[in-house]
């Protein structure tokens, strides 16, 4: 493993999904990093032979998709023992997934689901994160969710709820800033509090992504933001990311669409875009630092 694996770029990286992966193997884009899914790999043995041949040549993220902390039925620890064996084969700079459910006795369910937060959430998902992360052998990045509405027996805030869930196992945070911007606007809260009550020094990567404004069926009149990566990255969001590289500082940063797949070069420049503007807003830290 060469010293350029071992540390997470600065540079922003991109989503690899199976649609691009021939075109990347061929043309080696001039791309930081790339972030996969390991269910896409695990289902498709040429693939997985293709993506380590690719982590070769740049650094790998994995972001499961299937390993649900939030289960009350607990994790699927054959699913962990898969993915263990895929970041043995890659060698990822980060391993990450998110604080949600997504399967119910068994069946894996489409949606990743909302988490009261509570005691007793909390106690799970901290017995399953530790579980997760003596599965793999590593540190477990911790993604916030996309809401569209609270649960009732919350007690406690999310970003409590992650800070503690940090405290007791030690894992990071993978702080998404497109769900942030989006929760904030359907949940009615404010984005920037929620990014600075988040514990700085456990972000260990950021996300944006596209989403789009729909009419809320429930409430006629009023949008509703709904999660698709499936565009670009919009306006307020990108205004965000600025705060949360004021916040955190730079962090590894994923360009993530994962349906309407636009071309490679479009990704790549939505990528350019996040590093000129950690460019730009680190800037005026950086000369404070100098002089
Ligand atoms: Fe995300």
């Known amino acids: 493993m060469s010293a350029r694996h071992r540390d997470a770029p600065v540079r922003a990286g991109v ?4 649609p691009h992966l021939a075109e990347i193997v061929a043309t080696r884009p001039a791309a930081g990093w790339f972030e996969v899914h390991p269910e896409n790999f695990l289902a498709n043995p040429h693939a997985g032979e293709l ?3 690719l982590a070769r040549s740049y650094p790998i993220s994995v972001h499961s998709v299937g ?7 607990g994790i699927d620890r054959v699913h962990v023992k898969r993915v263990r064996k895929l970041v043995d084969a890659v060698a990822p700079i980060l391993v990450s997934g998110h604080l949600a459910w997504s399967t119910h006795e068994g069946e894996y369910l489409n949606d990743l ?3 009261p937060y509570n005691d007793e959430s909390l106690r799970l998902v901290v017995a399953q994160v530790d579980e997760v992360q003596q599965g793999l052998g590593r540190q477990y990045l911790v993604e916030n969710p996309s809401s ?3 649960t009732a ?3 406690m805030t999310e970003v409590e709820f992650l800070a503690e869930l940090v405290r007791r196992t030690g894992c990071k945070l993978l702080c ?3 769900n942030v911007y989006l929760s904030g606007h359907n949940l009615g809260y404010d984005p920037q509090g929620y990014l600075d009550a988040m514990p700085a020094e456990a972000i260990g990567e950021l996300h944006l992504g596209g989403f789009l404004s729909e009419e809320d069926e429930a409430n006629p009149g009023q949008q509703v933001l709904v999660d698709t990566h499936a565009q670009r990255i919009a306006e307020p969001a990108w205004d965000l990311y600025a705060y949360a590289l004021r916040r955190f500082g730079s962090k ?3 360009i993530e669409w994962d349906s309407d797949l636009p071309t490679v070069a479009t990704l790549l420049a939505e990528a350019a875009r996040a590093d000129a503007l950690a460019a730009a807003s680190l800037e005026p830290e950086r000369r404070r630092a100098v002089g």
């Open 51 to 53: 993506l380590s041949e």
């Open 113 to 115: 689901l909302p988490l």
């Open 153 to 155: 027996t919350s007690t």
């Open 148 to 150: 569209y509405l609270g």
């Open 67 to 73: 390993v649900s902390i939030g289960s009350v039925g």
């Open 252 to 254: 590894p940063t994923l």
């Open 176 to 178: 998404d800033v497109s």
């Open 15 to 18: 989503g690899l999904r199976l």
